[in-house]
Nanobody, 123 residues
Framework: QVPVVESGGGLVQSGGSLRLSCAASGRTFSTTAVGWFRQAPGMDREFVAGINWSGGSKSYAESVKGRFTISRDSAKTTVYLQMNSLKPEDTAVYYC????????????????WGQGTQVTVSS
């Protein structure tokens, strides 16, 4: 299990960009999949994007395809979520989470979670 810390949230206008970071604490993501999820008020937590242990497989929710990009640094210590063309409906608390090896869209299958970072997109 790899403890993680998110950063990079904030307030941005519609059409703007933000980059979120998910940093491994004391370990690396060498055998770990990382998923980004988000949760808006009154809504269930939903999968946004994920990258598997090798970095060779990436997954995206349909709602963010073509706008968001997930990546990982070469040291395997940080996973990024580049968010472009942001919309008001992207407003939520964004969380990164880890699980062994492969990505799944099911939140309950992830073992560790960060504290979340707020993303607010104004219209």
């Amino acid at each position: 299990q790899v403890p993680v810390v998110e950063s990079g949230g904030g307030l941005v206008q519609s059409g703007g960009s933000l980059r979120l970071s998910c940093a491994a604490s004391g370990r690396t993501f060498s055998t770990t999949a990382v998923g980004w999820f988000r949760q808006a008020p009154g809504m269930d937590r939903e999968f946004v994007a994920g990258i598997n242990w090798s970095g060779g497989s990436k997954s995206y929710a349909e709602s963010v395809k073509g706008r968001f990009t997930i990546s990982r640094d070469s040291a395997k210590t940080t996973v990024y979520l580049q968010m472009n063309s942001l919309k008001p409906e992207d407003t939520a608390v964004y969380y990164c989470a880890t699980r062994p090896m492969e990505v799944t869209t099911t939140p309950t299958l992830y073992r560790t979670w960060g504290q979340g970072t707020q993303v607010t997109v104004s219209s």
